[in-house]
């Protein structure tokens, strides 16, 4: 009998409730084994660290700490060999391009079919790119109807500085949470209302 080598998955998701039934949809599968969580960016660089493990399936929003495109950076950053599925609630572009620009291998919706949380990791572990189809349609319409055009124009880190923004982050907190200082976010954050041309 041949045995199947066994794929370590860490679920980095700030509910605690989400990482349980994506455990048990992934543990479902005799070759994929989660080896470690964590609730927001920071405790995955420490987790990642630890278990070094084949796949990491991060979300892109957390309330708390860096969120998805900066953790992605980062742990790409400690090991370029990261692999990173992205699995989120935003379906919509520019996350989507955002996310493969900075080295996620795969993106996913929350609301895909549970069978393909599986399928994602295997074809991330085989070094192939994953979308899953839902993502893929909408960020091809996107594409076609020339919408999201706008963001393109932000840099990577200010792309994560405007996220921050929209989410009624103060500079200091911002600064806190990208570990920059509050004068460099005063300086992305004037890059981003001239680039997207707001008040």
């Known amino acids: ?26 543990e479902d599968s005799p070759d994929i084994r989660v080896v470690g969580e964590a609730a927001d960016g920071e405790e995955a660089l420490k987790v990642y660290a630890e278990v070094r493990p084949d796949v990491v399936v991060l979300d892109v929003s957390m309330p708390e700490g ?3 495109l ?3 950076a980062r742990l790409l950053a400690v090991d370029s060999a990261a692999r990173i599925l992205i699995l989120s609630a935003y379906e919509e572009e520019p996350y989507p391009s955002r996310l493969i620009q900075a080295g996620a291998r795969g993106y996913l919706s929350k ?3 549970p069978a393909e949380l599986g399928d994602a990791v295997r074809a991330v ?18 594409r076609m109807m020339g919408k999201g055009g706008i963001f393109d124009a ?3 880190r200010e792309f994560e500085v405007f996220r921050l ?21 005063g300086t992305h954050r004037t890059s981003i209302m001239k680039k997207l041309e707001i008040s």
């Open 70 to 72: 900066e953790a992605t």
């Open 111 to 113: 609301r895909c079919a």
């Open 165 to 185: 923004l929209a989410e009624c982050k103060s500079v200091e907190q911002i600064a806190d949470i990208l570990c920059l200082s509050p004068k460099t976010v």
């Open 66 to 68: 860096m969120g998805g």
């Open 154 to 156: 932000l840099s990577g």
């Open 1 to 26: 009998m041949v045995q199947t080598r066994t794929i370590g998955v860490m679920l980095v998701d700030d509910h605690a409730i989400v990482r349980t039934g994506f455990r048990r949809l992934l």
């Open 125 to 142: 572990v085989r070094g192939e790119k994953y979308l899953s189809s839902e993502v893929a349609r909408k960020s091809a319409i996107s």
